[in-house]
């Protein structure tokens, strides 16, 4: 997720609104800004995204060199990080898991695809569409980055049914599609020193915050630790 840069006075206009089993999606266009709205709550948009390359590109350096590592990226929405991923040749397997199909139709074919169709046309893509809480528990699949960004931050989630994520246990359910060693990143629109210290109980290594500067407010951060082994 991210925070909106400052628009333009003109209101926005909605490209597509859609009603699914986690309530209603819209993609509107604000000036020359598309925003993804979730449930009346503003998720995230094109201004920047600067933050989200970061999350993948903070994971495939904490890898130190590990031969074409698979990554997970838990959300895919206006398509930042998979775009940095597909940009980088040394990962392999590309996984994106995105919940809501609305967001996949606007990649594959819609307004977002400008931004992500090289990403979507790498080999290397898979894009799962699924609750990412219910697919690190029921995957077999391993990977050796996982990279989140499906709210707003661990003390700001956008579906009450997130925040056990972050807890010890959802943390233990990363752990598991994590290979040993690999790397968890977290996006979080604020830095959390309550969720380094559930990252250091649930028994992740090399726990580290990094702060990405913003035009207004605190920094956008992401929250870097590893799985040991």
């Not at 089993?21 to 998720?43: D, S, T």
Request: hydrophobic letters at 40%.
């Amino acid at each position: 997720m991210t925070t909106s840069a400052s628009a333009p006075d003109s209101p926005p206009v909605v490209l597509d609104r859609r009603d699914g089993p986690y309530g209603e999606v819209v993609l509107r266009r604000h000036g020359g800004l598309l925003q993804i709205i979730a449930n009346g709550c503003f998720l995230m948009d094109t201004s920047d995204g600067r933050s989200e390359r970061l999350l993948v590109d903070v994971a495939f350096r904490a890898l130190d060199g590990r031969r074409e590592p698979a990554v997970l990226i838990g959300g895919l929405g206006v398509g930042f990080s998979l775009a940095r991923a597909a940009q980088e040749p040394g990962w392999g397997r590309i996984t994106v898991v995105e919940r809501e199909r609305a967001v996949v139709d606007w990649h594959r074919d819609g307004p977002l695809a400008a931004l992500s169709a090289h990403a979507f046309a790498d080999p290397r893509t898979v894009i799962v569409e699924s609750d990412l809480v219910t697919y690190v528990n029921e995957t077999s699949d391993t990977f050796d980055a996982l990279c989140l960004d499906i709210d707003n931050g661990p003390g700001w989630t956008v579906d009450e049914a997130n925040e056990g994520l972050y807890s010890a246990a959802g943390l233990a359910g990363c752990a598991r599609v994590l290979r040993p060693g690999g790397v968890l990143a977290v996006w979080s629109a604020q830095p959390s020193a309550e969720f380094e210290g559930t990252l250091w109980n649930a028994g992740f290594q090399r726990v580290r915050t990094e702060e990405i500067p913003v035009a207004r407010g605190v920094p956008d951060v992401v929250h870097l630790a590893v799985r040991p082994g």
